[in-house]
Each structure stands twice: as structure tokens, then as C-alpha cells.
């Protein structure tokens, strides 16, 4: 009897086990109660079981509220696998454990429902306690201390996880997910990882059973995740608990002198072990909920999709301190302070408390206004919903850069002769600043209104209400002429130098001491003094602090592009004031009574400068000559490759097709270009039909630029290739896919013979000559094939390895219809060519549609020796791999 087992994992609905396996025969009762139950298994290591996580007593929990989880749990008896939950509006999104366990359903009623931040499943709040019964746990984000080696690696599996709606494409078949008229489907459509976001069709031919033993490379962001494997739960020793009982009769004293001694070993229910990875670069988020509205909330989910829920932390849940203390030994740390100008200067101020040696560097992700910090770190001015896995590659590549930190030294100034007053201070809120210390006018008005919003709290809940409060308290000081006595009751003294006098005669109304270009929300007060030799640029690392007077004139025009009146660049600054006057540190303002303020040199704090592009007006020691002439290569990209790719730029380059080569001048803009780019189209139309030669729509566009043209020259996007975006580009598989197919050679209106399909490949001389007069040897055909897969196809040993000492080495892994050109070379026995391929860098590891490697290839071709050879190179590739890998 032939009988078609279909074993489909369904932990949503069914609550038995993820996953597909097919087997086709003669089977047996007892053979499918066998499947069936090596399924089961293989299943249950995919979700909690991934780690040698011990059973916990607290999962037979009585109370349905208590499993309602919105924090991480970091005492003795946290559970591993445990959700956390938010609040959710989502209602496209069906109730995780299925209709068989959904209390909800059975009660008919419209019941308020939570989403985990960590794996994105969504629950009504009375069925989260039947996760437990269809045994689906959220991804682990510890392990328990149960190996005797602690720093023994342990791979971290796959969590599997079904869904009913799911973007982008699988990664199996490069198809989409979505399905016509699918909204309210309640059929699951994909299984994704939600440690390495890897989405496959739920089905037979895309997931395959033996995926679910597989380790997991943890995805694109593997240098930055903080695996569970580090995370240790340790268990309090019960020799410790015992002794901890018994009481013993000491002196008071005694007791107390231990006592210090005890805080300072704390035991502490988590520590971290991490395992060194030269490549790796672990980050620890900080989120401050209450900046930029409810952005904080958002951000902070996110960061525990993409991340360790266990390396974000909630600011208002106590503050960096706890979580800088755990990571503190972990080599290579980098460190995100996703709010204010505040909040990284309350972590910078936790790192020089704890002395943490050497300091992580701090990127920021500016929430809410101003952030004159974040736009000096090319951060911007604040977060408008760019993909948070794009910052994350922004954190990693980002360059450490220097900060310098002021010290405040504040005494009183006795000879004053002013009596003290309730509304004064004599302290500062800060005594370190990172960005300014100013006083006077502005600091006058944003006094003023921390004043009235603290009387009247309710009054301020609006951002646009205080900007227009801002504006008004502005205009009335200046009508006022609250500030203009301000020379006249301070004295100032740079490196040795008093200024007093020149501070008089400009009649300054404001004095800002300055350390980074940006201020008041992006103005750059101190300017470009190049014409005055005596400043220099102003940088935030030279160990120099700038001091700049402004007049109401000079205030005035700040916000368009004007500067302060620059009075010195120093390393030392004593300021005595006479009367109470109002000053502010980083925003944070005060009334303060006569004081004399010392301003020094604090340290220099890590950190991370995003990196940013060359834009069109580069430094002067920047400048390159522009060449005379440039080749450049042109390629299209439809609109639904650029919608799926977009986040991915060599995936885009893959799927674009090559047009031609335009050679233009070094200073032409892009509408030059477009003039060529219609010129070679035209060209293009004489020849046979191919994707290169489908006639672009008119409403084209380059992808780097949508708009005014004529403004951007091509040297600011690129002096080899640029995209342009075809929104009706249609590609169509269908055209060539005759297998002696050859790539076109992208050539200009040169002497240069374009290859025709039907032609045989060149030698390796002819080849060679094709290449200097400006052939690409990394274009694809139409069916996707390189010119390398056509040389390996045909055995030509010469043309192969001038292809590797010229090409580009992505070609080695190039999929064609799902081998690469290892696997053809082993499939053909062509051993030389392997040995080529091998050398240059060709994966071993890689495998085609049918999961099969080059040895195994080797192998179906009965060629022993070279599968053999091959695979004795696959395991040193594996072991070298092991040697530099990110991920554990």
C-alpha cells in the first residue's frame, strides 16, 4: 500500500510541532508512529528547547496575570522562554494559540489583546496562558549555569515561528509570501526564525523537517546580538542560604564593618561570559520611554525584535547603572542611547562612575527636539522611522571618535555682598557638560519656562504649544531688555587672559561656552573662521573650548545662517559674577547666586560617528581631481525589485540589468547623463530583443536622484556605475534561456562587437582584449548566468583564471538556478577549475536546491579523488570559519 505522509507542524493552531516532512513508500503503522514521534522531538528542541534551560516550578502559575510580562524578569526566578507582552490595536492578526485553544473565540466577545516585543506573536490577554499548553515559548534569552565549562559554546538554535501574514520573500524560493484576497485568511502562509528573521513558504518543497536541527547564524546583525549563550542565570549556593539562617552573636560593630563589604560582592541572579570574537561588536540599547513622545515605546520594542531582549534596557526601570555593570567586561561593547542630548550624558556620567576600562564608545539615536550632539555625530537632529536595522548597521560601521567633557567648579563668591534669596542656587544641576554652558538671554528664557511649566504642568503637554511659548517668553525679554546689563556683573578670564573689557565694549547679552559646532537645534554659532587666522575650525576632540558673546543682533541671526562674535579658543576659563543671574548646563537651567565657575578639561568620552557619504562641497584637504573622462556603467531596477530590496544594496545590484557603458566628462551633472543614457537606448533598439534592450519608460528616474538634475554631478554619486528606477520595467524569465546563452559584454560606441547568444565564449586572448577596451566581466545575461559560468560550462582553464585574477569575486558564489560555478565544475569533474575556484575564495559549504554541496556533486559524477579533495578542503574552510566567525 503506497501512503503519503505529510507531517505538518503547526505550533499556532495545533500545538504540535513546526516544521514539513514528506515521506513517499510503502510505510507501515508502526513506521509513521516512528515519523511521527522523531518529528515531535526533532520539534520540541525548536522553540524553548533550543538552550539547556532546567525545568522551572514557576510555570504551573495559578495566576493568569502574572504571566502578563511588559518587563524583563532579572531575579532568581525568571523563567526562560517567557514573552513580553505590549499592548496592541493590531486586529488583521489572528490569536496565536488557534481557534482549538482560543478562549476568546468561545466566549464571542471583543477582548483587548497583547503583542511580544521579542518574536512578534499576538494574543488575546485571557489565552496567553494557553501558550503554555500548545508548548510554544518565546526565543530564549538566557541559559542556565548547568555545564560545568561555562564558557563552553553551545549553538543557538532556530525559533520557529508560524505566520499568517509575513513580508518580503522566501528564502528558498525567492517568492513572496502574499496571496490575492488573503487578509482575513486564517491559512499560515510562511515560518520565520525570530532570531535571524529568515522566512520560508510553508510547505514541503521550502521548509524542510532537518532546518529544524540546524544552528542559527542569528542574521545580518550577528556582530551586534549579545547570543543567549553568553547570558548565565546562576543559582544561589545553598551553603550560602543555610549560613544565611543561623544567627551568630557579634558585636555591632563588626556587623557593621562587614556589611560594606558584603554590598560591594553583591550576588547578583545574571552575570555575562562572554566568548572572544575578534569581529564582534556587542551593543547594549538604552531607551528613554519618555523622549520624543511615545517614539520611545515604539523603538523599544523594536530593539527586542531585532536584538537580545536581555541587552535593551528601559531608562525609567532604574537607569543605566544595573545594565552598564553587567556588560562592563565584555570585550569590543558599543553602547546606543536612543534619546536626548540628556540621556547620553546620563550614561556618559554612569561610565566615569563606574571606570570601566577601556570606555565603550556611545552612538545615539536622537529622540524628541534639539539633539545638537546627535547632528554633530551625523546622528540627525531626530528619529524620523528610518528601519532600525539600517541603524544598526550604522552603529557597527560607524567610526569611535573623541568627545570632550568640561568640568564645572562652582564656590561662592563672598564678595558679592548679595544676601541669598529662595529663587537662587548655589550649585549647579550638572557639574559636567558636554555640549554648552551658557548665560543670559537664552538661558533666561528657557528658564522661565521650566518655571511655568512646573507650576502648570498641564499647560505644556503640546510640542507646538511650546515652541509658541518659547517664541513669546523670547520677545518679551527682548522687549524688556531683561539681559542687556549682563557685562557689567561678570568677569572673564580665558588661559590667563582677561576678556572683561572686550565683553563690555560688545555690550554681550549672552555668553556661551561652547564644545561641539552645533547649537539651539543645529545653529553653528562659532562659524567657518577662515578668513581669521587667529581661531581655528572648531572640533569637539582638540581638548579647546570656544567662547562666544552674542548681541540681540547676533541671536537674531543665527537661525539663518549667522555666527556669534567669537572671542577666544582656550583650555582654562574662570568666570566671577557679581549678582544672581540665570545660566543653564546641556538645557538644564538655574538661577545662580554670585558664584566663580572654573571651567577644565574633564576626559574624552568613546564615540560612534556615523558615517556618512561625501556630499557636494567636501573640505578643502578632502578634494580629489576630477578625472576627465569617466566609464560608467548604466543599470535598471524595476520598482518591485527596488520595493523588495531596497534595504539591501548588493541585492539590488544583483537584480539590476546592465543597459550599457556612457563615457561622459568628469564635471557632468546627471541631466547630461540622461541625454546619454536615451542616446545609448536608442543604440540598444537596433539590436536583438534581450532585458537590456526593453525600451525605458518616460518616467525613468536615477535612483540616487528624483529631482534637479542639473544640481548633481555625477561624481557625487558614483565615477563607475550609477541605478536608475524603471517603474514599468517589466522582466520577463522567459526570453533566452537557451543554456549556451552569454552575457553581453556592456559595451560604449567604441569599435567593441557586442556578443550575440548564439556565439561560442572567447578565448582567453580575445578575452583579454575585450576587457581593455571596456567589456564588464560581472554582467549577467538575461537567464542569469556569468561569463564564469559559461567558461566553467565549456572547461576552459585559461579563460577561468583570467576571469578570477580580473573579475569580481561575488561571482564565485553566484547562484544559477541554484547552483554556483563550484558545483558546476565538480558535476563536469573538471579538476583544475576546482582547484581555481577553491583558491579563489569559492564556498564548500554552499548548497543548491536539492541541498547538495560540491563533494556530494563529486560524488554523483563517481569522481572519488576530487571529492575527496574537496572535502578535505570543506572541513579546513569550516575550521577557518570557526576561527573568524561573528556569530557563536
Known amino acids: 500500500m503506497t501512503v503519503i505522509v505529510k507531517i505538518i507542524g503547526n505550533i499556532s493552531a495545533q500545538g ?26 526533532a520539534i520540541s528542541k525548536s522553540g524553548l528547547h533550543q538552550l539547556p534551560c532546567q525545568p522551572s516550578t514557576s510555570l504551573n502559575r495559578s495566576d493568569p496575570e502574572a504571566d502578563v510580562r511588559s518587563t524583563l524578569d532579572w531575579t532568581e526566578s525568571a523563567v526562560c522562554g517567557d514573552h513580553i507582552w505590549f499592548e496592541t490595536s493590531v486586529s488583521g492578526d489572528y490569536c496565536y494559540v488557534g481557534e482549538q485553544h482560543c478562549i476568546a473565540r468561545a466566549l464571542q466577545k471583543s477582548i483587548s489583546r497583547r503583542k ?4 512578534k506573536i499576538v494574543a488575546h490577554t485571557i489565552c496567553i496562558e494557553q501558550l503554555e499548553k500548545i508548548n510554544f515559548r518565546c526565543k530564549p534569552s538566557f541559559r542556565e549555569s548547568g555545564s560545568r565549562n561555562i564558557r563552553e559554546p553551545i549553538g543557538v538554535r532556530h525559533h520557529w515561528v508560524h505566520r499568517r501574514r509575513q513580508e518580503g520573500k522566501c528564502k528558498q524560493c525567492g517568492k513572496g509570501f502574499q496571496q490575492k484576497f488573503a487578509f482575513h485568511s486564517k491559512e499560515i502562509v510562511a515560518i520565520s526564525c525570530s532570531w535571524c528573521q529568515q522566512a520560508y513558504h510553508n510547505k514541503v518543497s521550502c521548509f524542510m523537517l532537518q532546518q529544524i536541527e540546524e544552528a542559527c547564524p542569528i542574521g545580518a546583525h550577528a556582530a551586534l546580538i549579545v547570543p543567549p549563550t553568553w547570558i548565565i542565570r546562576v543559582r544561589r549556593h545553598q551553603s550560602s542560604m543555610k549560613s544565611s539562617k543561623k544567627k551568630k552573636r557579634t558585636s555591632f560593630k563588626r556587623k557593621s564593618s562587614k556589611k560594606g563589604a558584603e554590598d560591594g560582592r553583591q550576588w547578583r541572579p545574571f552575570l555575562i561570559r562572554p566568548i572572544p570574537a575578534p569581529l564582534m561588536k556587542p551593543l547594549l540599547v538604552f531607551v528613554n520611554p519618555k523622549s520624543g513622545g511615545n517614539q520611545g515605546n515604539k523603538i523599544l520594542q523594536s530593539f527586542m525584535w531585532y536584538l537580545n531582549p536581555r541587552q535593551v534596557f528601559d531608562l525609567s526601570q532604574g537607569g543605566p547603572k544595573e545594565g552598564l555593570e553587567l556588560y562592563r567586561k565584555v570585550h569590543n561593547l558599543r553602547i546606543m542611547a536612543c534619546g536626548g542630548d540628556g540621556t547620553v550624558g546620563w550614561i556618559l556620567s554612569c561610565l566615569d562612575e563606574l571606570a570601566i576600562n577601556p570606555q565603550p564608545p556611545v552612538a545615539v539615536l536622537p529622540l524628541g527636539t534639539g539633539n545638537d550632539l546627535a547632528r554633530t555625530l551625523n546622528w540627525g537632529g531626530g528619529y524620523t522611522d528610518e528601519p532600525l536595522s539600517k541603524i544598526l548597521s550604522h552603529v557597527e560601521d560607524g567610526t569611535v571618535v573623541q568627545l ?14 548679595v544676601e541669598p534669596d529662595e529663587q537662587q542656587t548655589d550649585k549647579l544641576l550638572l557639574d559636567v557638560f558636554n555640549n554648552y554652558f551658557s548665560l543670559g538671554f537664552d538661558a533666561h528664557v528657557t528658564l522661565e519656562f521650566h518655571e511655568s511649566r512646573e507650576a502648570n504642568p498641564e499647560k505644556f503637554n503640546s510640542r507646538f504649544r511650546n515652541k509658541m511659548f518659547y517664541a513669546g517668553t523670547a520677545f518679551s525679554d527682548f522687549l524688556m531688555g531683561s539681559s542687556k546689563d549682563l557685562s557689567k556683573h561678570i568677569k572673564l578670564v580665558c588661559d590667563g587672559t582677561d576678556l572683561t573689557s572686550k565683553v563690555q565694549d560688545l555690550k554681550l547679552q549672552c555668553l556661551v561656552f561652547l564644545n561641539i559646532p552645533r547649537y539651539c537645534a543645529g545653529t553653528t554659532p562659532w562659524g567657518t573662521p577662515g578668513e581669521h587666522h587667529d581661531f581655528e575650525p572648531q572640533r569637539h576632540d582638540d581638548g579647546f573650548i570656544e567662547v562666544i558673546g552674542f548681541t540681540m543682533t547676533s541671536l537674531a541671526t543665527l537661525q539663518v545662517g549667522g555666527h556669534g562674535e567669537r572671542l577666544n579658543q582656550c583650555r582654562e576659563v574662570t568666570l566671577t559674577t557679581t549678582k544672581p543671574l540665570p545660566v543653564q548646563v546641556d538645557g538644564e537651567p538655574c538661577r545662580l547666586a554670585p558664584s566663580v565657575i572654573h571651567i577644565s578639561l574633564r576626559n574624552q568620552a568613546n564615540m560612534v560617528q556615523k558615517t556618512k557619504r561625501p556630499t557636494s562641497l567636501p573640505h578643502l584637504n578632502d578634494q580629489q581631481p576630477v578625472p576627465e573622462r569617466l566609464r560608467i556603467r548604466v543599470s535598471r531596477i524595476s520598482m518591485a525589485d527596488y520595493e523588495a530590496l531596497h534595504y539591501d544594496k548588493d541585492k539590488l545590484r544583483q537584480a539590476s540589468i546592465p543597459l550599457g557603458l556612457i563615457v561622459v566628462s568628469g564635471d557632468s551633472d546627471l541631466e547630461t547623463c540622461r541625454e546619454h543614457i536615451q542616446r545609448l537606448q536608442s543604440e540598444e533598439a537596433a539590436k536583438p530583443k534581450s532585458l537590456s534592450s526593453q525600451r ?35 522582466v520577463m524569465m522567459t526570453i533566452g534561456t537557451s543554456p549556451s546563452a552569454m552575457p553581453d559584454l556592456v559595451n560604449s560606441a567604441s569599435s567593441l562587437t557586442s556578443m550575440q547568444p548564439e556565439e561560442s565564449p572567447p578565448g582567453g586572448h580575445h578575452l583579454q582584449e575585450l576587457h581593455q577596451q571596456g567589456a564588464d566581466l560581472t554582467a549577467l545575461d538575461f537567464s542569469g548566468c556569468s561569463l564564469l559560468h559559461h567558461a566553467v560550462a565549456t572547461g576552459s582553464k585559461e579563460m577561468v583564471r583570467y576571469l578570477l585574477d580580473n573579475g569580481n569575486c561575488r561571482l564565485l558564489d553566484l547562484h544559477e538556478g541554484g547552483e554556483t560555478v563550484l558545483h558546476l565544475a565538480a558535476s563536469l569533474c573538471h579538476r583544475t577549475i576546482c582547484h581555481y575556484l577553491v583558491e579563489a575564495g569559492a564556498s564548500l559549504m554552499k548548497t543548491d536546491l536539492q541541498g547538495e554541496t560540491p563533494k556530494n556533486r563529486a560524488e554523483k559524477a563517481q569522481d572519488s579523488e576530487l571529492a575527496a579533495y574537496l572535502e578535505n578542503r570543506q572541513h579546513y574552510q569550516m575550521i577557518q570559519r570557526e576561527d573568524q566567525e561573528t556569530a557563536v
Open 16 to 41: 504540535q510541532y513546526t516544521g514539513w516532512a514528506m515521506c513517499v513508500g510503502t510505510v507501515t503503522s508502526s513506521r509513521q508512529l516512528l515519523s511521527l514521534c522523531v518529528s515531535r522531538k
Open 696 to 730: 525605458l519608460s518616460p518616467k525613468w528616474c536615477f535612483l540616487d536622484c528624483k529631482y534637479i538634475e542639473h544640481l548633481n554631478y555625477v561624481s557625487e554619486i558614483s565615477q563607475e556605475e550609477i541605478f536608475i528606477l524603471d517603474p514599468e520595467l517589466v
Open 116 to 119: 511580544c516585543a521579542a518574536c
Open 404 to 417: 570632550d567633557r568640561w568640568n564645572l567648579q562652582v564656590d561662592p563668591n563672598h564678595s558679592a555682598g
